[in-house]
């Protein structure tokens, strides 16, 4: 199966719970229609957002990688979590970047000396365009949606 993302919103009522027992935090995780699922296109799209393999870099990059541990070990460490504002401003930051400005950032050859995240892009441009960018517009959606609700988000490697 690999290493998978899934990011979950939590309504006001939620995020209390998590804070209170952050053991509750693997439990949510259920891919009912609070998730968003980027499969193994998160590693290329924290690179491609980010110009880094794992370091959190402008208003975008907490998207993904960033937040603070909570909860148990979900497989790839523990879920981290951003607060209502930290949201928001990552979903500022990922309307800022145009599928355009994401295009010119694939570097086939740069990822794969990167060592990112599934070792796929040798196949070309095809994995932008039919892997990279739809969990791109998939991941900020959910950030647009989930901000203009005022929620905090769950991000998760599994």
Do not use: C, Q
């Not at 006001?12 to 296109?41: R, Y």
């Not at 500022?92 to 950032?105: E, K, P, Y």
């Amino acid at each position: 199966m690999g290493m998978v993302f899934t990011a979950r919103r939590l309504s006001g009522e939620e995020l209390a719970t998590v804070l209170a027992d952050p053991g509750t935090v693997g439990t949510l995780f259920d891919g009912g229609p609070d998730e968003v699922d980027l499969d193994k296109a998160w590693h290329g799209l924290h690179y491609l957002l980010t110009g880094d393999t794992y370091e959190i870099r402008g208003d975008a990059g907490p998207a993904i990688l960033g937040g603070d541990p909570i909860g148990p070990d979900l497989g790839m460490g523990p879920a981290r979590l951003l607060m209502p504002d930290a949201v928001r401003a990552v979903a500022a930051g990922l309307d800022a970047v145009d599928d355009a400005t994401l295009r010119a950032r694939f570097d086939p050859e740069a990822m794969s000396e990167a060592e990112i995240y599934p070792h796929i892009w040798d196949d070309g441009d095809d994995e932008f365009d039919n892997y990279l960018l739809p969990h791109f517009t998939a991941l900020r959606t959910f950030y647009r949606d989930t901000a203009a609700r005022g929620d905090a988000v769950l991000l998760a490697v599994t």
